[in-house]
């Protein structure tokens, strides 16, 4: 895994854990990695993952079961959206607007845009 | 338990290399050892393998004075120096001489190494390339499963697919018993390794802290302009702006950036001291 500069690599590995999770590789009632295999498969030190599944489990995305290990949760996968709508909202989108305001890019633009990105991708 | 407490060694009489250095390492880390040239990071190693001695203070090591050698201490610690040296013998023979001299020894698992490594166990070990060498000393180093495993400058001489396979070797063979404490100046192979964070400069520990601890007091970032109004503890030219590092008075995350951490050890040590310090006397507060 590349790490990007910018943001705490115990974060990416939660955006990582959580695409496995939003694209149904790893479902509600199965076992994810352990915290060894986790960290040896993305080459850190095990404390970043633990550090990881904690901060995933106060979020309700995945419950420890003692003794066995980490699981998603049934609701795991609303969670991550609205908690990663809270983050696209708070931090993306104020940069976005940022270069929109300072290139001169009018709203409807985007609109016709974005309704065009959205039937070349998802329709 | 690694317990160092008010150490004081030099190789010369009237020279110093640490004064009253005390540092107390916990099992279940991957510690990562850094400090300037001269700051006495394998020093450090060969103290806490009973290899030296300090002239003044105490060490102790799982209970043990490394100093005493006892056999019981030294099963229980693995040390791969920096410069290595490996006798003209099969890797089989080399294995067979010496894991008996470590009781939790797993041929299970140096096995899965030698083959991780492309190598089998009848190549001969003085033929083989530096790296090669090192990477089979590295592997018995793991295999020992000792409680203190210490590594000296490990990535040096390895390829590039070399140090990722470290990483996740190292990362797949710690457990809650195990201190590794790994020496470094390739800080961008090991970052992400290594937590916590141990620096050595002026004849003692100038911070001692996890990966957590470092982003919590300090802010690790780029800025288009250097902002008074947030004075930056070390500032660089980089591409877009400034590589700042400040106080993190906002508790927002960043990256620990571990070559600006060291910058700014080296060029603030009493500020890094105070920002750091009630991590050892929290009831300052």
């Known amino acids: 895994m590349d790490f990007r500069d910018k943001q705490a690599i115990y974060l990416q590995i939660a955006d990582y854990v959580s695409e496995q999770i939003l694209l149904d590789r790893w479902v509600a009632g199965e076992k994810i990695p352990s915290v060894r295999d986790l960290a040896a498969e993305l080459e850190v030190n095990p404390n970043t993952v633990m550090r990881t599944y904690e901060f995933l489990s106060q979020q309700g995305v995945i419950a420890n079961r003692r003794g066995i290990g980490y699981f998603p949760e049934e609701e795991a996968i609303d969670r991550i959206k609205t908690y990663r709508r809270e983050q696209f909202l708070a931090n993306d989108l104020p940069a976005f607007f940022r270069n929109m305001y300072l290139l001169g890019i009018e709203l409807p633009e985007i609109e016709s845009r974005y309704e065009q990105f959205v039937t070349t991708h998802f329709d | ?285």
Not at chain 2, 45 to 67: A, K
């Open chain 2, 1 to 285: 338990m690694i317990d160092l407490r008010t150490v004081s060694f030099g190789y010369q009489r009237d020279k110093l290399l640490y004064e009253s250095l005390n540092l107390s390492l916990i099992p279940g880390s991957i510690y990562g050892l850094l400090g300037p040239n001269g700051a006495g990071k394998s020093t450090l190693l060969r103290l806490l393998s009973g290899l030296l001695y300090p002239t003044v203070g105490s060490i102790q090591v799982n209970g043990y004075n490394p100093g005493q050698r006892r056999p019981a201490f030294l099963e229980d610690l693995f040390l791969l120096p920096e410069e290595i040296y490996v006798p003209a013998v099969k890797i089989r023979e080399f294995i067979r001489a010496n894991a008996p001299f470590y009781p939790r020894f797993n041929r299970e698992q140096m096995a899965g190494y030698v083959r991780e490594f492309g190598l089998n166990d009848d190549q001969k070990l003085h033929e083989l390339s530096y790296g090669q060498k090192k990477k089979i000393l590295i592997g018995f180093g793991l295999a020992t499963n000792t409680a203190v495993l210490l590594m000296d400058e490990p990535t040096n001489g390895l390829d590039i697919p070399s140090k990722g396979q470290f990483r996740r070797l190292v990362a797949g063979a710690v457990d809650d018993n195990r201190t590794v404490i790994i020496s470094t100046h390739q800080v961008r192979d090991l970052e992400t390794l290594i937590d916590p964070i141990v620096i050595l400069s002026e004849r003692g520990v100038a911070l001692k802290a996890s990966v957590e601890k470092v982003t919590e007091r300090l802010w690790f970032g780029l800025v288009p302009d250097l902002d008074p109004a947030r004075p930056a503890l070390y500032a660089e030219r980089a591409v877009g702006g400034y590589a700042v590092v400040t106080e993190n008075r906002t508790g927002e995350p960043s990256r620990l950036d571990l070559e600006r951490l060291f910058n700014v050890v080296q060029a603030e040590p009493e500020r890094i001291r105070q920002l750091f310090s009630s991590t050892l006397a929290p009831t300052n507060a």
